[in-house]
């Protein structure tokens, strides 16, 4: 097991309502990143996170936010549901940015109806 | 033209086969590259590093080629637990921050 966890595991939402994800990181690890996956596709890079601050972003719009605290765990925030945000939401850890190993967690299967 | 693509396969091979995956990418800038494998509704696990001089894990080698701008994976003698969907991800720099991106993945199905 890679030490990340995420929940919840699945989620109904229905369009227009805001969503809230977790996810806690491996200790010690300093950077997460968050990843939408589709189904089919491979994981989306949405943003990451380092020492609780946004340091990368990748073409996800402004309803898509984000937060890290000091005890290793995180947030990804949708406001303003689409059908199209229906996915596999991933984090993942790791001890430094950019060229470090990522831990994935399980992931939450969110279905916005 | 895509920052990095994959040919989805699926590739059907029988156990014992060697077969491998190429991923090409468009950005010449980028830093660093790696192979992960998810399974079927599991999470990317990471595989391997690849290293411009190449590495090699057992069954798993990996190379790096910077001036085509591809990277590819090859696996020896498969087994059937080697069945799964391998993606590659590529890490550049934008602003200051590594952004990594993802290709669609390649699906293997290592049949008896």
């Known amino acids: 097991e890679t030490g990340v966890t995420q929940s919840p595991t699945h989620l109904i939402k229905t369009r227009g309502q805001q969503v809230t994800l977790r996810c806690s990181s491996q200790?010690?690890?300093?950077?997460v990143s968050w990843y939408q996956q589709a189904l089919g596709q491979g994981p989306q890079f949405i943003f990451q996170?380092?020492?609780?601050?946004?340091?990368g972003r990748g073409n996800f719009p402004p309803r898509f936010s984000g937060l890290q605290f000091p005890n290793y765990s995180s947030e990804l925030n949708v406001n303003a549901l689409e059908l199209d945000d229906s996915a596999l939401y991933l984090c993942?850890?790791?001890?430094?940015?950019?060229?470090?190993?990522?831990?994935f967690g399980p992931g939450t299967r969110l279905t916005v109806l | 033209r895509k920052e990095v693509e994959q040919d989805p396969g699926p590739f059907n091979v029988p156990e014992g086969a060697t077969v491998a995956f190429n991923c090409t990418y468009s950005?010449?800038?980028?830093?660093?590259f790696f192979w992960y494998r998810q399974d079927c509704r599991k999470e990317p696990k990471l595989l391997m590093s690849v290293y411009s001089s190449g590495n090699e894990d057992g069954r798993f080698t990996a190379q790096l080629n910077r001036a085509s701008q591809y990277i590819s994976l090859l696996i020896r003698d498969s087994k059937l637990s080697d069945s799964a969907t391998y993606l590659c991800v590529v890490n550049s720099v934008s602003g200051g921050s590594y952004i990594p991106t993802f290709g669609r993945g390649t699906s293997l199905i290592v049949h008896p």
């Open positions: 200790s010690g690890h300093n950077t």
């Open positions: 996170y380092y020492r609780e601050e946004e340091n």
């Open positions: 993942a850890s790791s001890l430094v940015e950019g060229t470090d190993t990522q831990y």
């Open positions: 950005n010449s800038a980028s830093q660093s």
